[in-house]
């Protein structure tokens, strides 16, 4: 038996419960106000109670819904101030905690999957979880031949609720808009259903995990843990000691800040090109940051980037498409012509819409803006100026975008992107990312 909630009727009712509990403090809302509590004071309480809702309903069913609250999380420097404040921590939590497994469950599954002498295989277990996620949860142990190791256990039936939980939540999509204003819902949760599958195979995922640590062996800036067994529903990993990406959004200094933002884009762009995959699940849960040997965590120069959870990758065999480098190299010239051509032939433009290719580029500069200057603040309120812009019905800009369409081949790849700039923007980190493009991304640098 599975210790997920797994009743069709249960998880339903704790979903319907999100859209509904926003509905019902809305009008305790306008209760309190015709009470005489100011509007701010009362909208402020009101997205504190939505958000502790969010993190308890998404976090107790784990499975897709807790997919659902970590892409989000992502995304929380997009929205205004008055609404992010108080999603930001309760969204962050989803990074790194659930309500675990019972111990009986996690010992069932490992019997399953290694054997019922599977105690040989460590010389120690530690039955409290280390880390928690929407599929499965960590424990620390250490492996029969003395190497510290993270062991992954995925929770009995998490596809059948993966599936279960993103199929309600796209028929919440329209109730659930207010939760989450200026992001696009439903097709979020689309994407995350088309990748279910591939998060679920742990021997997918060794393997990607295998391809980057032979990669990035020795690397001077990221470092990939080891793999070192791998069964159905289990994973075991080499243990990676460091600082989560999340400690450092919520207090980090700004060099430290710095760094890690400039290690997240060195990977973004170099991991692709080197490896010919692209981790897909960039929010802060799955990043260490890693002090060099004798340097304090004062000292962040020499820091490295720990990357984890390898359970959905892109696979892209030459890379980053060399048209994304060609047609960012000629926007950033103000070639609108052939920027419009080329987005034509890929397909961004429909044979049947015509635009002013000129609007195009003017639509296109502001998002691209980054990778003009030889440094750039990624900061909240840049983005949440791209969020409104864009997002803002009244604006050319909304007008425009609605008319451009999103290849298939570029989805996971913009959803990717756009992730890894919300969390730069999170960390508020100035970062020279127009170095990472010149040497990672093809067709940018015209001298290559």
């Known amino acids: 038996m599975s210790d997920l909630p797994r009743k069709a009727v249960t998880r339903t009712v704790k979903l319907a419960a ?57 995304f929380e420097s997009a929205l205004p101030e008055e609404v992010a404040g108080p999603y930001r921590a309760a969204l962050t939590k989803l990074q790194e905690a659930a309500p675990p497994m019972p111990v009986r469950t996690v ?24 880390a928690a996620a929407s599929i499965g949860q960590v424990h620390r142990a250490v492996w029969h031949d003395g190497r510290e190791v993270a062991v992954k256990v995925q929770y009995p039936g998490a596809g059948e609720a993966l599936l279960a939980d993103l199929a309600q939540l796209s028929r919440f999509a329209r109730l659930l808009g207010p939760l989450v204003p200026g992001i696009e819902v439903k097709p979020l949760i689309a994407e995350l259903r088309d990748r279910v599958s591939e ?13 980057h640590a032979e990669v990035f062996a020795d690397d001077p800036d ?11 529903q289990v994973l075991v990993t080499e243990w990676m000691e460091g600082i989560p990406l999340a400690e450092v959004i919520a207090g980090g ?9 400039q290690l997240l884009a060195r990977f973004l762009f170099s991991g692709p090109a080197r490896t010919g995959l692209l981790h897909a699940d960039p ?40 048209t ?65 812009r864009i997002a803002d019905p009244r604006s050319p800009a909304h007008q425009l975008g609605r008319q451009l369409n999103l290849p298939p081949s570029y989805l996971l790849i913009h959803r990717v992107t756009l992730s890894t700039i919300g969390v730069l923007c999170q960390l508020n980190a100035t970062v020279r990312l127009r170095e990472e493009l010149n040497a990672w991304l093809p067709g940018f640098d015209p001298a290559a």
Request: glycine content about 12%; charged content about 25%; overall charge negative.
């Open 253 to 261: 200094g700004q060099e430290q800040r710095d760094r890690a933002g």
């Open 324 to 388: 994304i480098g060609t047609c960012l190299r000629m926007a950033l010239a103000g070639e609108a012509g052939p920027v419009y051509a080329l987005l034509r032939a890929e397909g961004f433009v429909k044979e049947s819409v015509a635009l002013d290719p000129d609007e195009v580029l003017e639509y296109l500069l502001p998002i691209i803006e980054p990778a003009e200057a030889e440094s750039f603040l990624f900061s909240r309120g840049w983005m949440r100026t791209q969020a409104a």
């Open 283 to 322: 929010h802060p849960g799955n990043f260490r940051l890693l002090p060099a040997a004798g340097d304090g965590v004062d000292d962040p120069a020499g820091w490295r980037l720990g990357v984890l959870d390898f359970g959905t990758v892109d696979r892209l065999p030459g890379g980053l498409p060399e």
């Open 107 to 130: 010992h069932a599954v490992l019997a399953e999957r290694l054997g019922d002498e599977w105690r040989e295989l460590f010389l120690e277990f530690e039955d409290k979880p280390a």
């Open 222 to 232: 990221v470092v990939v843990p080891a793999v070192v067994h791998q069964a159905e």
């Open 18 to 74: 999100l859209p509904l509990g926003f509905a019902g403090r809305a009008t305790w809302g306008l209760g309190k106000r015709i009470g005489g509590k100011s509007a701010e004071f009362v909208a402020r309480e009101l997205q504190e109670r939505t958000a502790e809702q969010l993190f308890k309903v998404l976090g107790e069913l784990k499975g897709g819904a807790m997919k659902f609250g970590q892409a989000l999380s992502v």
């Open 199 to 211: 998060e679920l195979d742990y021997a997918l995922e060794a393997r990607a995990q295998r391809e």
